[in-house]
């Protein structure tokens, strides 16, 4: 099976072809929509990091925003500085500017924002012009990238629309392409269950590492997942260990191997089944995913979340009819309450592939078309300082 | 269309099955569990999205949703009976979260 895809010169595919127009601070979070408004072809990114981290988390923001801007569907970057932020700029422009996509900068403090606007209209102008000349072109379905996310959650995530997510995952797998998944809170529990797929006993040990890390940092802050999991709303809907409930949310990563394990905003290499260590907060979330290289997002849901992303087409399923019919501006998909077993799972699993090819090759999903999902974030572990 | 299904079993391997709608203590079940047709009579109520036996569960064995151990039975659980945090104890959560934190 195929796609129509915008070949990239790093030799990834964009199944968008959008000029990216990224705020390396949260102080040009202003200027950068103000230009992204006019410049039709441009999607902004937003965030509050970049200033008052400490430097790991500088470091996070730093390869985070590389790595958003070398995503397969940006055909170029205009990156939207402030000029004093703590975030490395020069170095998201080299490594941005290594895939061989253009980048320019406007610099707030040089003359100000009114001046950087009229710059960066023009540079945004031209890029898009640049960017209109790619061709999209036919390529076979083994060039996938396809991140998976669950949720709003409620009884039929873990039911329905996470094990549909997980036949997806099967199917993209089996043709050949790329599926990333993570969200490491939710594996606590079942980290034991996912080690056991890991390739090597090296991948082992880094998903157990990532959930004890997490737990550790959790402790400090003076919480315990463990012991808080399942919750009292979880119990009163049915789960009745937090193995159940992680079983529930990992069913969405599908059942093949697991290749390796990536840090936050650490673009993925290779092909195949990758898990990033990030939160499962949706912002900084997704952010990790276009950060992966994921091109569609497959986000499984119960009670019904309305996120998009600037650029990455999100496709929302769910198992809930009540949802799917409040839904309708949201929600792209229903999956049969019964599809998280045998033959049903299978064609639940084959019906939603078909909508991801559809809108690999342009079909515009809820959310998109909406323009909802314009407040992504990026991950921080310390303090703001 | 095919008969709606009341409860669900998600993997082969599962000795528990999960109501799809909210079932009657004393009602006959009938279940696909993987292509094998189950009829089970249910002991009490389970509510949506709750979980019941498909089987008898020795008290200490693996309770098993997912084809996976979801915890151990920590008494004897009979076919049809209702399983949840009562009769079923982690393995994998903090001290002292028996029965469910």
């Given at each position: 099976m195929s796609f129509l895809g915008y070949p990239r010169a790093d030799g990834s595919v964009g199944v968008r072809n959008?000029?990216?127009?990224?705020?390396?601070?949260?102080?040009?979070?202003?200027?950068?929509?103000?230009?992204?408004?006019?410049?039709?072809?441009?999607?902004?990114?937003?965030h509050q990091a970049g200033c008052g981290q400490l430097l790991p988390d500088l470091e996070i923001t730093t390869r985070t925003l590389a790595a958003v801007g070398q995503n397969p569907n940006l055909a170029g970057v205009l990156l939207v500085s402030l000029g004093c932020e703590g975030t490395d700029v020069e170095r998201i422009e080299k490594e941005i500017a290594a895939t061989g996509r253009p980048v320019k900068?406007?610099?707030?403090?040089?003359?100000?924002?009114?001046?950087?606007?009229?710059?960066?209209?023009?540079?945004?102008?031209?890029?898009?012009?640049?960017?209109?000349?790619?061709?999209?072109?036919?390529?076979?379905?083994?060039?996938?990238?396809?991140?998976?996310?669950?949720?709003?959650?409620?009884?039929?995530?873990?039911l329905a629309s996470n094990p549909a997510a997980g036949a997806v995952c099967d199917i993209v797998l089996d043709h050949g392409g790329t599926c990333i998944f993570g969200e490491t809170t939710e594996f606590l529990g079942a980290e034991h269950i996912l080690a056991r797929r890991a390739v090597s006993k090296k991948v082992a040990d880094k998903i157990f590492k990532i959930v004890d890390d997490l737990e550790r940092r959790v402790r400090a802050s003076?919480?315990?997942?463990?012991?808080?999991?399942?919750?009292?709303?979880?119990?009163?809907?049915?789960?009745?260990?937090?193995?159940?409930?992680?079983?529930?949310?990992?069913?969405?990563?599908?059942?093949?191997?697991?290749?390796?394990?990536?840090?936050?905003?650490?673009?993925?290499?290779?092909?195949?089944?990758?898990?990033?260590?990030?939160?499962?907060?949706?912002?900084?979330?997704?952010?990790?995913?276009?950060?992966?290289?994921?091109?569609?997002?497959?986000?499984?849901?119960?009670?019904?979340?309305?996120?998009?992303?600037?650029?990455?087409?999100?496709?929302?399923?769910?198992?809930?009819?009540?949802?799917?019919?409040?839904?309708?501006?949201?929600?792209?998909?229903?999956?049969?309450?019964t599809a998280g077993k045998g033959a049903g799972l299978k064609e639940s699993g084959e019906k939603i592939y078909q909508e991801v090819l559809a809108v690999a090759s342009g079909k515009q999903t809820k959310a998109e078309i909406l323009g909802y999902g314009n407040f992504p974030g990026i991950y921080t572990l310390g303090p703001i300082v | 269309m095919e008969l709606k299904e009341e409860a669900i079993v998600l993997n082969e391997k599962d000795n528990v099955a999960t109501a799809l709608v909210d079932l009657e203590p004393g009602s006959s079940v009938k279940i696909d569990a993987g292509g094998?047709?189950?009829?089970?009579?249910?002991?009490?109520?389970?509510?949506f999205g709750h979980k019941f036996s498909l089987a008898r569960i020795e008290a200490g064995a693996p309770v098993i949703k997912y084809g996976e151990a979801i915890g151990n039975a920590?008494?004897?659980?009979?076919?049809?009976?209702?399983?949840?945090?009562?009769?079923?104890?982690?393995?994998?959560?903090?001290?002292?979260?028996?029965?469910?934190?």
């Open positions: 959008y000029v990216g127009v990224i705020s390396t601070v949260g102080c040009a979070n202003d200027v950068a929509p103000w230009i992204a408004q006019q410049i039709r072809g441009t999607a902004p990114f937003l900068k406007v610099v707030i403090q040089k003359a100000g924002a009114t001046v950087a606007l009229g710059e960066g209209l023009l540079i945004a102008q031209a890029l898009v012009s640049e960017a209109s000349q790619i061709k999209p072109q036919e390529f076979d379905d083994s060039h996938l990238v396809v991140g998976v996310k669950c949720g709003g959650s409620d009884t039929t995530s873990g003076g919480g315990d997942m463990r012991g808080g999991n399942p919750s009292a709303g979880n119990i009163a809907g049915g789960l009745t260990t937090i193995e159940e409930k992680s079983l529930g949310a990992i069913a969405k990563g599908g059942t093949r191997t697991i290749q390796d394990v990536y840090n936050y905003g650490e673009r993925v290499k290779g092909k195949g089944l990758f898990i990033v260590d990030s939160p499962g907060r949706e912002p900084e979330f997704l952010t990790a995913l276009a950060a992966a290289g994921a091109q569609i997002g497959l986000f499984s849901t119960g009670l019904g979340v309305p996120q998009g992303f600037p650029f990455m087409p999100i496709i929302k399923i769910t198992g809930n009819p009540v949802t799917f019919q409040r839904l309708p501006d949201h929600i792209d998909m229903l999956v049969e309450m | 094998k047709l189950l009829t089970v009579k249910l002991t009490s109520r389970i509510p920590t008494a004897l659980i009979g076919a049809g009976d209702y399983v949840h945090v009562h009769n079923v104890v982690s393995t994998r959560g903090s001290a002292g979260t028996e029965g469910g934190a």
